[in-house]
């Protein structure tokens, strides 16, 4: 009997049985939907069979029982009907016929990396041509690429170090999880306490930076609503194209200051002290005590974003990641457009300063590294996020084409606006730690990049909050959200 | 009053890795937790105190973990586990490569059974059945069912073979289901007459925890013939969104110019869903019927009720 039943059963189409409880075949499955078909109408021409529609009905009930993430009740291939059976259907009402073949070996970016790229590009793209200038041009590349490649070794060993745990089921473990196996108590305070750090470290340069884009939105609607200009009163190219230079005077500003974050204070406290041309002086004046950078718009900003922070659940903030993506395309648009209105200005002097420009190599590196570890910095959620990639080939490609990617991003911004930064009239030492400081009040574009950013980090620090919230409560009190 | 105070249990058992929790979600409507994944080599119980058909309590368990230790187990805790069974349901993989050990656990469960509950229904379910191909399958499961109705002597077994991703489950579940209901041919009956008054196109009858399909009447050929499944599909989803909102599914009435649709609760066990295609009858008059009838039903329920426990105490 049995034997009789084992040849039978080796003909089978099966996977080997890794987890129990798993049914996973292969890494991609093939995509399937079928279109509601009208059940009142009597439609001759039936597209969709009866398989494939309560196929489809078993696959939406299913898909609400688990987690999205989790596979074990997702279609293997051998039920989804084959490619001939399976329409799609276009918005204007026409259909056509899967032409088969699977999503094999997409050409182009793989979606995943794009997912990381989009993850990864955050403020730190605005402080690149500082650290750039602090670091010198030459070292400010070398260095980009060096740390670009050491945060991907690093990324790549987080990824890999579930796997080289035996005999326990890591299969939802994220990075935290291993350092608790590894170094026990002091390995998951430790790496809660980094997590908090960078976290919080966001949330104030976001704070910084959301005053900064208000302060300048407000500045520009008001400047045009009643007609001020401020051209004469701010050193800084003549011309079309005007860039401008917050602290003229102080010529090595960058030894001053240790950090972004000072640095970003020091040049706005310079705003205080404008002269204004116009119609109405007493009224700028007033306008400008109630509206200034450091002193009263960090408190607007409580008001705004207070509510926000205060949601049980970050889910409504999650939907507009897509205003991230815009900004970034913004930027890298209007970095290409500066660039070719104001034209290369490099000299290259290896090791000693001149008064416009700055020497290749700097003591100063330390400034562009530390900007850069954040930049590339995604080891927190790296798990998480390539979890739907099975094959460990596939996770380590989609890794490093995010990485290039970033990368490119990078560099492409940082390099184009150093290089493009005007020198004979200023001086490269100008470049703000937020090179859109660099751009007067006035400038159309500037502005609408201005408030697109302030857009996304409205919606993007309620999530910072939400993180810091889950995670410092769960510690304290047991629950998310603790309520009497 | 002693048949609602006693709880009796339906056992879902089979190895680990059969496919218990998935077919346990699918036809409950309940989430699959993370941690029963995670549990690895202890044993897995589920006491899920889902009202199941009045008053039975679905209890799943893991057999065949880590062998000594199930030995263990099995033997210390066995007359707590089978005690008060009324319903056996026991899942085999398909493609286990331990078909020995899969009849030894059957047997053992068997055996347990014959001394507690003698009286419980086995049901053997050949599960994971696609991963088979389609011109073995009859072949395969009349094999299985044929050594299973051996091995199940003196108790008779009723064997299915299912498979999440086909009809058969629901099938399968459904007519399990349509075994446990203590009246049902009379339901059924009374089920026609009261179609026929009220003029409807098509009746169903469901359960009330499960939304499967236990009983219908329709007056003519339908098209779709999976209907059923997409249905309580559709309603199992609804109840899901609900219980997010922690509101409890009653009723629903779907009306266009064509047709109008009413659910709403019937008995203590079942669920009734009508689909009247004359559009000129009003919801109002339906939903009388449907109130009257459900007094109707309710009143043969009651008949049976006391007579059913009356059986079970004589037991």
Same mark, same amino acid.
């Given at each position: ?12 189409r ?15 499955r093939r995509p399937f939907?079928v ?12 597209r969709v069979s009866?398989e494939a529609?309560?196929l ?19 279609p293997p291939d051998h039920v989804i009907p084959c490619p001939e059976e399976i329409y799609v ?8 016929k899967v032409t088969g073949g699977d ?382 | ?6 709880? +009796?249990?339906?056992? @879902?058992?089979? %190895? ?7 077919? =346990?979600?699918? /036809? !409950? ?91 419980? +229904?086995?049901?053997? @379910?050949?599960? %994971?059945?696609d991963?088979?191909q389609e011109?073995? =399958?009859?072949? /395969? !499961? ?23 991703w ?150």
């Open positions: 009997m049995e034997e009789d039943s084992k040849p039978l059963l080796d003909s089978v099966r996977e080997s049985y890794t987890d129990r409880g798993s049914t996973d075949s292969l890494d991609r939907h279109e509601h078909r009208n059940i009142v109408e009597d439609d001759p021409s039936e009866a529609s309560v489809s009905s078993r696959v939406h009930y299913y898909s609400r029982l688990t987690a999205s993430s989790d596979r074990l009740l997702s259907y276009s918005p204007l009402g026409m259909a056509f999503g094999g070996s997409k050409k182009g970016i793989p979606p995943l990396s794009f997912a990381i790229w989009n993850t990864m590009m955050g403020t730190s793209i605005l402080s690149i041509p500082w650290g750039i200038k602090q670091a010198g041009f030459t070292l400010g590349i070398i260095l980009l690429i060096s740390m670009g490649l050491l945060t991907l070794y690093c990324c790549l060993r987080v990824l890999k170090s579930p796997k080289s745990i035996p005999y326990v089921d890591t299969s939802d473990w994220e990075f935290p999880d291993v350092c608790k196996y590894y170094f026990g108590k002091f390995g998951q305070w430790s790496s809660l306490l980094f997590s908090m750090v960078s976290l919080i470290g966001a949330m104030v340069v976001y704070w910084v930076l959301m005053s900064n884009f208000l302060f300048n939105t407000g500045k520009f609607i008001y400047n045009y609503a009643h007609n001020v200009s401020m051209s004469d009163t701010e050193f800084g190219t003549n011309g079309s194209e005007r860039v401008i230079c917050p602290f003229p005077d102080t010529g090595d500003h960058g030894g001053n200051c240790s950090s972004g974050i000072s640095a970003l204070y020091l040049s706005s406290s310079n705003n205080n002290n404008y002269y204004y041309y116009g119609n109405d002086t007493s009224g700028t004046a007033l306008f400008d005590r109630w509206w200034s950078k450091t002193n009263t718009i960090p408190f607007y900003l409580i008001i705004l974003l207070l509510p926000l922070l205060n949601f049980r659940s970050a889910s409504f903030f999650a939907r507009f990641t897509f205003l991230g993506t815009i900004s970034v395309v913004y930027l890298i648009i209007l970095v290409t457009l500066k660039a070719i209105r104001l034209g290369f200005h490099l000299e290259f002097h290896w090791l000693d300063s001149t008064h416009f420009y700055v020497p290749e190599f700097r003591l100063l590196f330390p400034q562009l590294t530390g900007v850069l570890t954040l930049a590339f910095f995604i080891h927190n959620c790296i798990i998480t996020l390539m979890k739907s990639n099975k094959h460990q080939e596939n996770k380590v490609r989609d890794l490093s084409v995010a990485y290039l990617l970033v990368g490119l991003t990078y560099l492409y911004v940082g390099v184009l606006i150093f290089a493009a930064f005007p020198s004979p009239p200023l001086s490269k030492d100008c470049i703000e730690p937020n090179f859109l400081d660099n751009f007067p009040s006035s400038d159309v574009l500037v502005f609408v990049a201005r408030t697109c950013l302030l857009f996304q980090m409205t919606t993007v620090y309620p999530l910072l909050g939400y993180l810091v919230r889950v995670q410092v409560m769960s510690q304290v009190f047991g629950k998310h959200y603790p309520s009497p | 009053m002693s048949s609602t105070a006693m709880k +009796k249990k339906v056992l @879902l058992m089979g %190895k680990s890795g059969s496919g218990k929790t998935s077919m =346990r979600s699918i /036809i !409950f409507a309940n989430y699959i937790a993370r941690d029963t994944r995670r549990l690895g080599a202890t044993i897995d119980v589920e006491h899920s105190h889902v009202r199941f058909l009045g008053n039975l309590v679905l209890n799943l368990w893991d057999c065949g973990g880590q062998d000594t230790f199930m030995e263990n187990y099995f033997t210390s805790q066995r007359d707590n586990i089978f005690r008060n069974v009324e319903v056996l349901i026991y899942v085999f993989d398909v493609e286990s490569r331990e078909l020995e050990k899969d009849m030894h656990y059957y047997q053992s469960c068997l055996e347990a059974i014959l001394q507690n509950s003698p009286d419980a +229904k086995v049901f053997c @379910l050949v599960h %994971k059945m991963l088979v011109d073995q =399958r009859d072949l /395969i !499961f009349k094999e299985r069912e044929e050594d299973l109705r051996r091995l199940s002597r003196p108790l008779a077994c009723t064997c299915f073979r299912t498979s999440i086909d009809e058969t489950l629901y099938k399968a579940w459904s007519s399990i289901v349509y075994q446990l209901i203590p009246n049902v041919q009379q339901l059924e009956t009374n089920l026609r007459n009261f179609a026929q008054i009220i003029e409807a196109d098509e009746v169903l009858l469901f359960e009330r925890a499960t939304f499967l399909v236990i009983s219908h009447y329709q007056c003519k050929e339908q098209r779709d013939a999976h209907r059923f499944e997409k249905i309580s599909n559709i309603i199992k989803q609804f109840k899901l969104s609900c219980s997010k909102l922690a509101a409890s599914f009653q009723s629903m009435e779907v009306r266009n110019s064509n047709f109008a649709a009413f659910i709403d609760v019937f008995t203590s066990n079942t669920y009734v869903m009508v689909i009247m295609s004359d559009p000129s009858i009003p919801s109002a008059a339906t939903l009388i019927n449907i109130r009257n009838a459900r007094k109707h039903f309710e009143k043969l329920e009651r008949l049976d009720g006391p007579k059913h426990s009356l059986t079970m105490r004589m037991r």
